[in-house]
Each structure stands twice: as structure tokens, then as C-alpha cells.
């Protein structure tokens, strides 16, 4: 059973930074591509950014330079690292790993909420 499990959210003042962290108890974690995405309220989920078994990563253009995607397959987790937080980030995010055989997996969310 695959279960993957995110943490780190919270409330943070904007231009302050969070870290994600998402547990994954997953068969072969590392042939895993992992991503991170986010929905905001009434809006549709979106890609925020991924990372590839082979450690090839991609960026949505309103976070790129400011969010960071990583893995460390030694203890089956991904992170992501935020930095210059903006209102427009407030979102649930979600962790998700793709298997190479095309299954899609997914955490419960963790609430982000950028406010002064």
C-alpha cells in the first residue's frame, strides 16, 4: 500500500520561507518521478514543480528562482524549499510520485497560507 505523507505547511508572512516535506512509504521510492502540486481555493490544481528518478527537475514559471524541488532517496522523501513567499502562493500542496508503469499517487495536502 502506498502512502505518502506531506508536512512543513503552515502559516508564514510574505517574503518568508517554508520547507515541504514529503514521506513517502512507497516500493522503490528512487524509480520514482515525485512532484509537488498546489490548489488553490476554487481554483484547479496546478504543477508547481517535479523531479525526475534521474534528478532532472522542472519549474512552474511563477516559482521558478524562488522554490526549490529535492530528493533523497536514502530516506524515501521529497522537499520543497520556498523562498520569497507571495500571497498568490496560499494553496493546499500536494506530493506526488509517478511509477514508470504510469500510476499516479497522492498525499492528503498541506495547507500554505501566505498572509501579513
Known amino acids: 500500500q502506498v502512502q505518502l505523507v506531506e508536512s512543513g505547511g503552515g502559516l508564514v508572512q510574505p517574503g518568508g520561507s517554508l520547507r515541504l516535506s514529503c514521506a513517502a512509504e512507497?516500493?522503490?521510492?528512487?524509480?520514482?518521478?515525485m512532484a509537488w502540486y498546489r490548489q488553490p481555493l476554487g481554483k484547479q490544481r496546478e504543477l508547481v514543480a517535479s523531479?525526475?528518478?534521474?534528478?532532472?527537475?522542472i519549474y512552474s514559471d511563477s516559482v521558478k528562482g524562488r522554490f526549490t524541488i529535492s530528493r533523497d532517496n536514502d530516506k524515501d522523501t521529497t522537499y520543497l524549499q520556498m523562498n520569497s513567499l507571495k500571497p498568490e502562493d496560499t494553496a493546499i500542496y500536494y506530493c506526488n510520485a509517478h511509477s514508470p508503469f504510469g500510476l499516479d499517487f497522492w498525499g492528503q495536502g498541506t495547507q500554505v497560507t501566505v498572509s501579513s
Open positions: 512507497i516500493n522503490l521510492f528512487s524509480i520514482h518521478d
Open positions: 523531479i525526475t528518478s534521474k534528478d532532472r527537475t
